[in-house]
């Protein structure tokens, strides 16, 4: 690669960035870095119809929370700026005259009734109505209209749209680098319209001179846009500029495989499909976020890039670093990823491993107001024991609160299982020896309670099934002895003591 690699990701801020969109910009994010190249935020706005409050402030708090920050947009000027189409508006209406000029696009002047009505009609017909090269002679446009006649219309300020005039009768070669050579009749296309008379351009116009103007290297989007590929291909080929290479990434699909994923599958099966939580300006509705429902940044990044692309080995774990060594668009799939909501569930697991205690137990303590008293270090020191039974922040409690405070009460089935006849008296000694052990330590309290249980032939269950309903509450919870050397002597005296009053 000779060119500096410019990509961008440019998303249109009409709501929340699906996780969809995510995929695609990390998907841009790793092929930059991975060529030292630059990572471009384009925000594209030009429907102001669409626009929405907020989103734009969401997309990039969703790209920095992923750790996939980009190098220049909106607030981070590059040279190529502004980065916003809505402050780029009054650059693209020469390159619209530019196309007119060249006979590759013309004025029409059909009225919005004008084209409802061929649309109807065709449909009742049970045909598609496409403004093109078929019929465009017979419709009112600079093509089929004298030039006086043209000239007084634009003169009048009638409505009018700027058409790409696509050609009759050739076959344009495309080329993407995921899904290879795609040959496309150009007797298919219509002539997409580029520009309106409100002053805005649509989103092809737009894109490809914003695509030009930023030197962007390749395009990397997803698949619902591969049917502007033909259009974009031949708009470069009418500027004469050299258009960027393309890959157009794999649909995600729901969980069964079956169709494209939306929000509706998130809000059946009850997971999110956006990065952060939402809360829609206009019907102030609240869609959930990974963030919010206990994820970790990398988990979403990990599981996010295997949608679709694989390394070609069984690797499965891999950081942001080592993600952008091993990322190759050629080994991106053209078929649709299944999306598998307990797989980024695996992820967060084990990237629950790697938090650091101290960070892990700030984050539980801020969410448990019983534990703001209590010691950070010793909070810290629980979670390294627990943690390995943990995939959020929020199985914490569940997994330690005997940590915390004593039991109130005893699981039935437990008790009716661990409490027999002699329960009483086994407890009983087991508190005495518990009192004379002096130094307190995960390796005494073994040595003592196992050694007097097999000197006396006792059986293990029989002693540490009370011990641990008397520690926790229930037959669960990490190592007897650790929990013991954790709580301490006295509290463990305490609760021993509490069972065999209740026995
Ligand atoms: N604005 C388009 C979108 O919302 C950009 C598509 C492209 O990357 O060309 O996804």
Redesign the pocket.
Known sequence: MTKNVRV?????PTGPLHIG?VR?ALFNYLFAKKHNGTFILRI?DTDQNRYVEGAEQYITDALNWCGMPFDEGPGKEGSFGPYRQSERKHLYKKYADELIAKGHAYYAFDTAETLDFHRKDHEKKGKTFIYNWHNRLKLSNSLSLRTEEVQAKLDAAENYVIRFKSPKDEILHLKDIIRGDIKIDTNILDDKVLFKSDGMPT?HLA?IVDDHLMEITH?I??EE?LP?LALHCQLYDAFGWQAPEFAHLPLILKPTGKGKLSKRDGDKLGFPVFPLEWKDPNTKEVSRGYKEDGYFPEAMVNFLSLLGWNPGTEQEIFNLEELINAFELERVNKSGARFDPEKIKWFNHHYMQEQSNDILAKTFKSKRPELSEIDVNYTARIIGLIKERATFVSDFWELSHFFFTAPTEYDEKATKKAFKEDTLELMEKLKSIILHIDDFTVENLQNDIKGWITENNIGFGKVMMPLRIALVGALQGPDVFDIMFIIGKNETVERVQSVIDVL
Do not use: L
Not at 8 to 12: E, G, L, N, T
């Open positions: 961008r990701f440019a998303p249109s969109g695609t594209e989103y894109n395009v989007r997803g846009w502007s």
